[in-house]
T-cell receptor, first 116, second 109 residues
Framework: NAGVTQTPKFQVLKTGQSMTLQCAQD?????MYWYRQDPGMGLRLIYY???????DKGEVPNGYNVSRLNKREFSLRLESAAPSQTSVYFC???????????????FGNGTRLTVT | RKEVEQDPGPFNVPEGATVAFNCTYS??????FFWYRQDCRKEPKLLMS???SGNEDGRFTAQLNRASQYISLLIRDSKLSDSATYLC??????????FGKGTTLSVSS
């Protein structure tokens, strides 16, 4: 049982380049999330998807887009990367559907992104 | 006032010590509460949920005080392996989970 799988683990981009972070879960969870973690800032929510077919903005959505491709997969796209997007990105999932956030999160291993 | 606040520490304790962390939250309508543990350069992992009546899991005890809007985590008989960052997490209705910035614990021999 793999849980939540994120790819890639590491990525270096130049300013202005685009990329998509992939995330898949095999726990049949309804909700999926993208967080970023920066030193001194803690985990901040970028976007979440309460159920297949829905997405909502979190605390820091600017510069990102997401796609809930199906129940298993939730991707995060950076259309034009900026140095301020250098961070560790975590994908997570939870059972919670209608009551988004009321059940524990299961995290992927993270993607370490550097934008130069 | 930030939504979820924690003392960042670090808390430096010897093996066998008892240590307690507190976390305050600003939204009185918050419904669910959790403690997560995060090891250096790893993903956060659920340590325990926090129930209204308080709950215990081995050496770990979590308490919730709704009147004062804080939750606590008590670790007894600290082990070297307890060294990590402990994240306080709160669910507010209609939103995803809100994370505190974490409290760092270092247990030394």
């Amino acid at each position: 049982n793999a849980g939540v799988t994120q790819t890639p683990k590491f990525q270096v981009l130049k300013t202005g380049q685009s990329m998509t972070l992939q995330c898949a879960q095999d726990m049949n969870h309804n909700s999926m999330y993208w967080y970023r973690q920066d030193p001194g800032m803690g985990l901040r929510l970028i976007y979440y998807s309460a159920s297949e077919g829905t997405t909502d903005k979190g605390e820091v959505p600017n510069g990102y887009n997401v796609s809930r491709l199906n129940k298993r997969e939730f991707s995060l796209r950076l259309e034009s990367a900026a140095p301020s997007q250098t961070s560790v990105y975590f994908c997570a999932s939870s059972e919670g559907g209608a009551g988004v956030g009321n059940s524990p999160l299961h995290f992927g291993n993270g993607t370490r992104l550097t934008v130069t | 006032r930030k939504e979820v606040e924690q003392d960042p520490g670090p808390f430096n304790v010897p093996e066998g010590a008892t240590v307690a962390f507190n976390c305050t939250y600003s939204n009185s309508a918050s419904q669910s509460f959790f403690w997560y543990r995060q090891d250096c350069r790893k993903e956060p992992k659920l340590l325990m949920s926090v129930y209204s009546s308080g709950n215990e899991d081995g050496r770990f005890t979590a308490q919730l005080n709704r009147a004062s809007q804080y939750i606590s985590l008590l670790i007894r008989d600290s082990k070297l392996s307890d060294s990590a960052t402990y994240l306080c997490v709160v669910h507010q209705a209609g939103t995803a989970l809100i994370f505190g910035k974490g409290t760092t614990l270092s247990v030394s021999s």
